[in-house]
């Protein structure tokens, strides 16, 4: 039960921020420099007269208040309708749905990797503290933290694609394209992970209830799995949550040096071309998709520490 | 236990034998870029096809690019050009934040209610990507992208700013200046901004480094810097083309962002404060 009233409170407050990131998003499009009907026109190829601008502003619904126009935009947005491209005339919808599926399997595929590589890696940083094995780990978390990625990207390029041959350079058809990309969206999470890891398990094995069940005869691995590991995991899981927001920043430059056809390059493209209603509904969609992100992290944790619950609900912190 | 002072105290040695050699070489790369006219035997935008793609050598150091410039002074008019601007960015996001969260964390009330919902629709975007598309919006170039930076970054710091002031404003000392009638603003300036200082300086390090990483990258897909400046990332940009025959074009402007990002990393990870690589400003809060 606690949990239930748990979930529905977290799903409330995404309300308010979803609302604000719709309006920052909304008044993106009001900063112009440019009129976005003479965007729409120069975009389009189509000379600037004084009555196609007009016919152009009542067309994207430019005519009415700025109130009236937000609403329109949140109305827009509930039904899932982002508007049509100025580039392409295509709506914006179709045309995410098209390249979702590319940017899902990198950002999940780069996620999962980042998990399965830093979670024996923190457990064998923290056994073997100020060992070998501590150095190497720490000197890893150490590179993925000062690498820039798009320079990380040309170097794998560099070596497995150009030099060795090992991987394919661009495009997006099998399995084998997306080994190269995943990777270098995963360096810098399994960085962070791993540190993180590491310092909840050191903290984790100073408990006395580790020196208890020593004294009861329980093994290390035992000990581990079934006490330590389920507290350590936890900032671990706050980081993914809030790294959700790193990972599609990077899956914009990632996309472009691959030459993935994902929404991350659909949208340099359209920054390119001031295709005004994709830049809009993407960083919306991106909003989305951090809070949500956040949200799924932070009932992992209420679901990992029941805890978490009855502190939220006795109004402290 | 004395073996763990004994630990405690080689840890110390250890971190601070690390500071003095980052902080030196980070002074060194600084100096270099200052004195960038002095020390660089060629002018980096001179245009010279008749020595294009030369390999390293007692000329050229680094050897030349695409177009004949000499890539070593490249890199070291970079430098001016990449720290020059992030330290930039990182005062007037600085300067920004302090303002926003003193007033907000200060005053509390509706003020502080307003500003935080501010910053949570600021916050539910992935910075860099909110970053891109007011470039967007405003066209390239690196004023539009220092100013979306700043707007994007002042944010984090706004928030710090205000956690840290809603601690110090508890403090005795505060209250003792209140009961005397002192103005918030002299107890602001007088009291609380001194106390935040060192946390600051940890977190100013390390973003310093951040905005570095930042701004090449934006430079990189095309949007910050633009072509002719000798900036890495740009420079990788122009390199990548000839990523099969003249690899060096963007291997070394990268090792130089990467030497720089790591060298203030180090740099903060001593100040200390600093666990897991991540800037304090980055983490969750527990606000409201």
Known sequence: MKLYSYVWKRILTMVPVLLGASFVSFLLLRLTPVDPAKAYLSVSNIRPTEEAIQAIRSQLGLDVPFWTQYANWLWQLCRFDFGTSFFSKLSVGSEFMNRLPITAALALVSLLLAIAVSVPLGIVSALGKNRPIDHICRFLAFLGASLPQFWLAYMLIYFLSVKMDWFPLQGAESWRYYVLPSFTLAFSLIATYSRLLRAGLLEGLEEPFVLYARARGLGTYAILTKHVLRHAVRPVVTAAGMNLGKLFTGTVIVEQIFGMPGMGGFFLESVFHRDYPVIQSYIFVMAFVFVLGNLAADLIQAWIDPRLTRFEEKGGK | MKDRHKAFANLLVRRRWMLYLSLSVLL?????????????????????????????????????????????????????????????????????GLLIGCLSGYSGGWIDHAVMRVCDAVLAFPSLILAISLIAVWGAGWKQMAIAL??????????????????????????????CGTNPVRILMRHIVPNMLPPLLVVVTLEIGWVIMDISALSFIGLGIQAPTAEWGAMINEGKSFIRSHPRLMIAPGAMIFVMVALLNLVSDAFGENKGFGSPLRRKSKST
């Not at chain 2, 030369?54 to 690019?65: A, F, K, N, R, V």
């Not at chain 2, 890539?71 to 970079?78: H, I, T, V």
């Not at chain 2, 707007?151 to 009961?179: H, P, S």
């Open chain 2, 28 to 96: 060194a790369v600084v100096v270099c870029g200052i004195f960038a006219p002095y020390l660089a035997p060629h002018d980096p935008s001179f245009v010279d096809f008749s020595h294009k793609l030369e390999s390293p050598s007692w000329d050229y150091p680094l050897g030349t690019d695409q177009l004949g410039r000499c890539l070593f002074s490249r890199l070291l008019y970079g430098t001016r050009v990449s720290l020059g601007l992030a330290l930039l960015i990182v005062v007037a996001c600085l300067l920004s």
């Open chain 2, 150 to 179: 700043v707007i994007v970054q002042t944010v984090y710091y706004a928030r710090f700013v205000r956690g840290l002031v809603i601690n110090l404003k508890q403090q005795t000392y505060v209250t003792a200046a209140r009961v």
